[in-house]
């Protein structure tokens, strides 16, 4: 059988190369690529149906990234032992090239398409995350699928002050910032990271960095699909137009949409505003009139959206009247749930968040069971969105990929300002009440202002803030708009938000979905973002400006001791039966590892009574005897030459005969029994056998000898 293979090599700018390959595998696709680097290599497939679905007026793109397990020489754990629903890190990259992908298809393309990719070999040395958009806009550029790409996703992080593409797992350990950058040979389409506190104008030459990578991998794109002859696509007709009704709604339903924007309601209001007048004008058409209702509802929408754009490009006003860099009313309350480690409430507009801390043993951590990645996850972040929150009835099925990435986002954002010596697992959940827009956001800010009330010592606040901006490419206007509404998110051309303290940014999801966007207006953005997030700071810092000193009383409590790695046995004891017991009587919950040939003991406890007794018990178990010191003993056995007194856990001493008392002993018989507790002095530890020799006599006051009489 002869084989079409063709293949493609990209230099990255360290040597490095990814070389691309179409003609081998699964060629029943539309389209099909094999992407490597190093090790890891993805295979990226895409089918989209000939046929159209009756009453769509959408994408239906699924985007599904799947690694397999054997990939890396793994076997998946469960019951199962095979892969099953995608695990939240497959989400997430799902969602990374998802957001990259969808802007770049035609608005009136609706026919259903699917994107698979497959992590087929793993590399730990090099990341899949960051080649998985090349992979899939590799696929479309050899397919005959219409999509105005290519496009490209690289991650750049800067380490040691130096940008890199595509760095290796050692390295990306050593970052201080780190980027997913998606875009085109021209354009920016997503930016998705962490950072520690930079400055807005380090992130903006991470981006800068990050294209120019992007443009080679693009024009290996287009050399491949020229030599694969897919440049012409298939041509498609996915929607039916009458211009009649389109220009008779434009003349009728145009100013009273732009006078319905400019109303400055509520949600409510102006979503029942705008249902009124689509109403009222179905009632004013001719019984006789046949309307395409699908088709009526799309031209609607598009007036709705003009309208609601004109008016902030015009007249600088936005819907609910606010000016383009203000942020929406904001009030908070901690500490509102009595009975949780740490609670807050955020409101924002009509966004708002019930966040909880829970803190919990290292034996509640979070198992992570992946091909490329294996361990355990001691802070976590989950963020839920019901129905009620925005008016609506649906079933609840679970978080879904929106929920996914929301919380990552928001998990993200936080996690660099948690203490590095953290003995506790974290959970943060925020529960969004309303929503109206950066969802996200309020999550970020209710969830600084949670951990600060449960007393987790955060090294500074955090706040967030969802920004937007609507364009017109024809005059050349933009507005930059601050703390974006729902409405405002869905009209505009780019939806970003950005987490920080007042030191600088910690993480930032950015959505871009116009051409031309240059750095300058990106730069703007920025730093009103900047202004708007410090605005939202101090606003928070009214509530909790800096972390409860202690623990809520209903917080278990932690303690951490550092212990010789010798020492480990003996806390443990014969078939673990010395920490059980320490367990059962004191309550306290302790668990020990090594960690860089030292024992590291985490004991925690519901109280501090508790904590004290497990603490002082491991001590002495641990600690060293030392001559001279006085111990609290117990007579283990009794010999005819002495007793043998435990003095230390695990540690006997002999109290010679001679050593009890000043006065001469005959025998042992009544003088001590088993059980008695005897107050002794370490005297000796014999050299040689390591024996511990012990004194109670020295303790006791010595008698006055008698002076002898003269005759």
């Known amino acids: 059988m002869q084989l079409n293979v063709i293949n493609k090599t990209i230099n990255l700018p360290d040597g490095r190369t990814i070389t691309i390959e179409t003609g081998k595998l699964a060629k029943q696709a539309d389209g099909s690529v094999v992407v490597r680097m190093g090790n890891t290599m993805l295979l990226a497939t895409v089918v989209s149906s000939t046929e159209v679905k009756e009453g769509v007026d959408f994408l239906p793109l699924s985007v599904d990234y799947q690694e397999k397990f054997a990939s890396s020489g793994k076997i998946p754990g469960g019951f199962l032992k095979r892969e099953g629903r995608l695990s939240d890190y497959e989400i997430l990259i799902s969602r990374l090239v998802d957001r990259a992908i969808r802007p770049m298809f035609n608005d009136d393309y609706h026919a259903e398409t699917q994107i698979a990719i497959s992590l087929i070999s793993g590399d730990e040395e090099a990341l899949p995350d960051a080649l998985a958009a090349l992979a899939a806009s590799a696929a479309l550029a050899v397919s005959d699928i219409p999509f105005n790409g290519p496009i490209s996703e690289v991650r750049v992080s800067r380490i040691n002050g130096e940008y890199i593409v595509n760095p290796t797992l050692s390295q990306n350990k050593e970052a201080d910032l780190d980027l997913i950058v998606a875009a085109t040979m021209d354009n920016i389409l997503m930016v998705e990271g962490e950072m520690k506190e930079v400055s807005e104008d380090d992130m903006l030459e991470a981006i800068k960095v990050a294209h120019e990578a992007i443009k080679v991998q693009c024009q290996a794109q287009l050399e491949l699909m020229e030599e694969a002859g897919k440049t012409e696509k298939r041509e498609y007709s996915h929607e039916n137009n009458d211009e009649e009704l389109k220009a008779k709604m434009q003349a009728e339903l145009y100013d009273k949409a732009y006078a319905l924007a400019k109303g400055q309601g509520s949600k409510h209001e102006r979503s029942e505003g705008f249902k009124k007048l689509k109403e009222d004008f179905l009632e004013s058409l001719p019984e006789e009139y046949e309307l395409d209702e699908f088709m009526f509802a799309r031209y609607f929408k598009s007036i709705q959206k003009e309208a609601s754009r004109n008016l902030v490009l015009d007249e600088k006003q936005r819907l609910d009247g606010r000016k383009l860099n203000e942020v929406r009313p904001i009030w908070s309350e901690v500490n509102y749930l009595p009975s949780t480690h740490g609670s807050a409430v955020f409101t924002r507009g009509e966004t708002q968040s019930l966040t909880t801390v829970t803190l919990g043993t290292k034996m509640d951590e979070q198992m992570i069971d992946g091909a490329m990645f294996e361990g355990s996850n ?236 497990a603490l002082k018990r491991i001590k002495a178990i641990v600690a060293v005897p030392e001559v001279g010191q006085v111990y609290d003993g117990k007579v283990k056995s009794i010999m005819p030459f002495g007793a043998f007194i435990e003095f230390m856990p695990g540690k006997d001493g002999l109290l010679h005969i001679s050593e009890i008392k000043w006065e001469r002993v005959e025998n042992m018989e009544g003088i001590l029994e088993v059980g008695e507790e005897v107050k002794v002095k370490l005297v000796e530890i014999d050299k040689k056998t390591g024996k511990f020799r012990l004194s109670r006599k020295v303790l006791l006051p010595k008698p006055e000898k008698k002076e002898q009489s003269s005759n």
């Open 378 to 613: 001691k802070f976590m972040l989950h963020y839920n969105f019901p129905a009620f929150s925005t008016g609506e009835v649906r079933p609840n099925r679970g978080p879904g990929r929106r929920e996914v990435g929301h919380g990552n986002l928001a998990w993200r954002a936080l996690k660099e300002v948690l203490p590095t010596e953290n003995p506790y697992t974290i959970r943060v959940v925020s529960d969004i009440l309303e929503s109206n827009g950066s969802s996200s956001m309020a999550t970020v800010c209710a969830g600084s202002l949670a951990l600060m009330d449960a007393g987790i010592q955060i090294s500074a606040p955090v706040s967030g803030i969802a920004m937007g901006m609507i364009s017109d490419s024809k005059s050349g206007k933009f507005a930059i708009l601050s703390d974006i509404l729902g409405d405002e998110d869905h009209l505009g051309d780019m939806d970003f938000k950005v987490t920080g303290t007042e030191k600088g940014i910690t993480a930032t999801q950015m959505d871009i979905k116009v051409d031309g966007l240059s750095y300058d207006v990106l730069k703007q953005a920025l730093e009103q973002a900047k202004e708007g997030r410090l605005h939202i700071l101090n606003e928070m810092k009214k509530t909790i400006a800096q972390p409860n000193p202690d623990l809520k009383p209903s917080a278990p409590r932690s303690e951490v001791l550092t212990i010789e790695r010798e020492m480990i046995g003996a806390v443990i004891g014969p078939g673990g039966k010395v920490i059980q017991e320490i367990q059962k009587e004191t309550g306290a919950t302790i668990v020990i590892e090594e960690v860089d040939n030292k024992g590291v003991v985490s004991v925690f406890a519901v109280d501090k009574n508790s904590m004290n007794e």
